[in-house]
């Protein structure tokens, strides 16, 4: 297939970075929160074989920050998710689906206490800091609410624990997953978390000292040779294959957080105050039309850049493919798919028409992996 490059511009924004990703060979790019978020370094499945046994560097700055302060900013930051916060605590990170009036979701970020009265909403790929301005100022409260220069670099992968050890000492090996704390790099301090949207363990360095940033990424590749460092970027086969769900491509605006499994995260039985709450009681009473599962499709290769209507035997739709990518793990395609009642379960069947193919497709849980 042939490709396009993309026009930079102002509105499509560069990272601190950039150059140094396109130095290191970046052959593909998509924008995430109106910033430039690489795709690929040559082959994904090579990428994704070299994550699953090294370290990689990725320049995730698109994950953009929302900072939520000031003597309202707890209430605001509950009242735009259904997990409930109420006992969180400082120094640890939080996967929170974000509801709207009609109990549907926002964005999924990461939710960083930094203190009672400050937050980081690390966002997916949508505008939630009008969503949030929209929330402080129909409630008047009393909050802060701006984008502040964070640009995360991740490092990814089983050798990461070696290379951040030799960057920030043993100390770094001590947290917890989602769990932060500060760490000095040349005089400077960095938030770094034990997190990342890989399987495959991990760092993420939240840099607000973009100088000291960029002299740290050059000293990741370099002091990282003895572990096979390469610079990546979120692997498409490595997310499918461990069920990382991706805000606009697996679910987005018109999907609620039970269609997506995000059960675990949804606490109804407390007193805490969320937009959309009575919506998602009446959805978990009634019961939901239709859920994310896994599918897998024999064929050796797919670019999906729609979705893809799945069919019954009757040729009635029965779900949607929204993800998909072929898995040398599983040696045969793997998606994600919101399948309808009563279709979603794993052991169900159906097909899909692909390159005026039509193909059998099974139904599995996630995570495949
Ligand atoms: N890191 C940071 N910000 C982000 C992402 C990230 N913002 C955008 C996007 N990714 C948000 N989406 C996710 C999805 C999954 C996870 C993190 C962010 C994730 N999930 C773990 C899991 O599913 O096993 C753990 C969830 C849990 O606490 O139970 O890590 O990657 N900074």
Redesign the pocket.
């Known amino acids: 297939m042939k490709s396009y490059p993309i026009a930079k511009s102002r509105r499509v924004r560069s990272t601190p970075y950039t150059s140094r990703i396109e130095n290191q060979g970046v052959t593909a790019y998509t924008v995430?929160n109106h910033m430039l978020l690489p795709a690929a370094f040559g082959s994904l499945e090579e990428s994704c074989d070299h994550l699953k046994k090294n370290v990689q560097i990725w320049d995730?700055a698109a994950?953009?920050?929302v900072e939520i302060s000031g003597k309202d900013a707890a209430k605001l930051v509950q009242l735009m998710t259904c997990r409930d916060l109420s006992k969180s605590k400082v120094g640890r990170?939080?996967?929170c689906p974000l509801i709207d009036e009609n109990g549907n979701l926002v964005?999924?970020?990461?939710i960083?206490k930094l203190a009672e009265d400050k937050w980081w909403i690390?966002?997916?790929?949508s505008d939630v800091i009008f969503f949030a301005k929209g929330l402080a100022s129909g409630n008047k409260f009393d909050v802060k609410i701006f984008e502040p220069i964070v640009d995360?670099l991740?490092v990814q992968g089983p050798k990461s624990f070696d290379l951040m050890e030799k960057v920030f000492g043993e100390k770094i090996k001590e947290l917890k997953?989602?769990g932060f704390d500060y760490f000095t790099f040349n005089g400077a301090k960095h938030l770094i978390?034990r997190?990342?949207?890989?399987?495959q363990g991990g760092f993420?360095i939240?840099v607000e000292n973009t100088d000291s940033g960029l002299k740290l990424y050059d000293h990741l590749f370099e002091i990282g040779k003895e572990f096979n460092v390469r610079p990546g970027c979120?692997n498409l086969i490595e997310r499918i294959e461990?069920?990382?769900?991706?805000?606009g491509n697996d679910f987005d605006n018109n999907d609620n957080p039970f269609q997506c499994g995000f059960d675990?995260?949804i606490d109804l039985e407390t007193d805490i105050n969320f937009l959309g709450k009575d919506k998602l009681k009446k959805i978990k009473e009634k019961g939901i039309d239709r859920k994310l599962m896994g599918v897998q499709i024999d064929l050796t290769k797919i670019l999906l850049t729609s979705s893809l209507d799945i069919k019954n035997n009757e040729g009635n739709i029965i779900g949607e493919l929204r993800s998909a990518c072929y898995s040398p793990h599983f040696k045969k395609v793997i998606g994600i798919a919101m399948i309808k009642e009563p279709y979603c379960k794993a052991s169900s069947s159906g097909t899909i028409e692909i390159d005026g193919n039509s193909l059998a497709l099974k139904v599995c849980d996630l995570?495949f992996i």
């Open positions: 995430y995730v994950e953009r920050q990170c939080y996967y964005n999924d970020p990461v960083l690390s966002i997916a790929d995360i991740a997953f989602f978390a997190s990342g949207w890989s399987k993420e939240y979120p461990s069920g990382l769900l991706s805000y675990k995260y995570p």
